[in-house]
């Protein structure tokens, strides 16, 4: 299915320079918001525990407030709708202490006149284990990114393998800064999400590159920048079928889903805007500033090429008896 019908190649190269500003002002914001305001991490990295309460009707926030605050290692808790009016959140840096307490049991007796609830979740993580989970993450982040250097370096060449681990560094930072300045609350969800921007993103960019890298051998004019023009506008009607599809998917989940996975989804929301994006305005034209050679690509695929032959030749001359 064709959606961009073309006679001729988009001079996509020819704006690269305009769009390489625009990545670069994106990423220079995205990392000021990250220093300066900061995560909001959830009590899977911070530690703490989390209540979710919802009520026969719209929950009393300011009496929920001062009940709260009547016991001491409450103090400081934050209180805050859930979704919907009649559901609330009760988040709080402190975890119990006793093995043998039971939070729920502790918040019905706090909240007894604040009206008809019902206690649905309590999640308790200490901050040591908090601290753990957040260098685990991070750490499988940059293995991640490590595996996929590797990867590419020895599917296609290590100036493929740097443009695209470029781009993924791009999509995940501007993905991160997002996440800052919207005030999303940093947990496992959005860490899997983050991850699985890493693995969309970098498909889009392979798809992009194995049709460069077949413009190399296919097409005649010598000058990387045509080849990657054709390339890429040959491959548009498929990355945006693609992404449009996987995006309406996960607006779906945004809209409809509920507050639990809104974290979740909006995260994969941006990495699909930006992934989709970076394979076509930023792995490429990176993979063109890198000063990647095209008359040194065809000549060693020609040697491998003949060193083939040359295999083959001497295998059939072994095969005959001639050898």
Do not use: C
Request: charged share 25%.
């Amino acid at each position: 299915m064709e959606v961009f019908k073309y006679k001729k190649p988009l001079s996509l190269m020819g704006m690269s320079k305009r769009f390489g500003f625009l990545s670069l002002t994106l990423l220079i914001i995205s990392l000021g918001l990250i220093m300066t305001k900061g995560f909001n991490y959830g009590i899977d990295f911070a530690g703490g525990t989390l209540i979710q309460v919802k009520y026969d009707e719209k929950a009393p926030i300011v009496k929920i407030r001062e009940a709260i605050n009547t016991e001491k290692s409450y103090e400081g808790a934050s209180v805050t709708f859930f979704g919907a009016e009649d559901e609330v959140v009760i988040r709080t840096k402190t975890s119990s202490k006793a093995l043998g307490l039971d939070i729920g049991d502790q918040m019905r007796t706090l909240l007894k006149d604040t009206g008809n609830f019902e206690v649905r979740r309590v999640d308790m993580v200490g901050a040591k284990v908090g601290s753990e989970l957040r260098e685990k993450g991070l750490m499988a982040m940059v293995l991640a990114i490590i595996g996929i250097l590797i990867y590419v370096s020895f599917r296609f060449e290590w100036r493929f393998a740097i443009a695209s681990v470029m781009a993924l560094v791009h999509d995940v930072t501007i993905a991160m800064g997002m996440i800052v300045l919207f005030r999303i609350e940093v947990n496992l969800d959005i860490l899997a999400a983050l991850l699985t921007i890493l693995g969309y993103s970098l498909n889009d960019t392979i798809i992009v590159f194995d049709r460069i890298r077949e413009g190399v051998r296919t097409i005649k004019d010598p000058k990387l920048e045509t080849i990657i023009n054709e390339s890429v506008t040959r491959t548009l009607s498929r990355t945006t079928l693609t992404s449009l599809t996987t995006f309406f998917v996960v607006l779906t989940l945004y809209l409809f889903g509920g507050e639990i996975i809104n974290g979740f989804s909006f995260t994969l929301l941006v990495g699909i805007i930006v992934g989709t994006y970076s394979s076509i305005f930023v792995a490429s034209p990176i993979l063109m500033w890198l000063g990647f050679s095209v008359s040194s690509f065809r000549e060693k695929e020609a040697q491998k090429l003949k060193r083939e032959k040359e295999k083959e030749k001497m295998r059939a001359m072994y095969e005959k008896g001639t050898l």
